[in-house]
């Protein structure tokens, strides 16, 4: 059975920095590109950042040189570094197969950016 599950969020001022985690299936972990996207209250959810097996990555703008991703394949694990936070990337994130989120959702963790 796919199962995803973040952790890591909280609520943290601008300018502070947060590392999520997201534990997957090993089924899914073990052929697939990972993704972190995030949905914020009223928006449809987004990329922000994915990795392929072999460690190639990809981000969205809005984050570029701010946020990393990264992961491990042993334990079946994937990152997010997020640096630099501001208060547009208040949201909650999820972590999902990419490009084709075909995954059943996990609960995402919540991120909160304010002072």
């Known amino acids: 059975q796919v199962q995803l599950v973040e952790s890591g969020g909280g609520l943290v001022q601008p300018g502070g920095s947060l590392r999520l985690s997201c534990a997957a299936s090993r089924s899914l972990f073990s052929i697939n590109a990972m993704g972190w996207y995030r949905q914020a209250p009223g928006k449809e959810r987004e990329l922000v950042a994915a990795t392929s097996r072999g460690g190639s990555t990809t981000y969205a703008d809005s984050v570029k040189g701010r946020f990393t991703i990264s992961r491990d394949n042993a334990k079946n694990t994937l990152y997010l570094q997020m640096n630099s936070l501001k208060p547009e990337d208040t949201a909650v994130y999820y972590c999902?197969?990419?490009?084709?989120?075909?995954?059943?959702w996990g609960q995402g963790t919540q991120v909160t950016v304010s002072s």
């Open positions: 999902n197969a990419y490009p084709l989120s075909f995954a059943p």
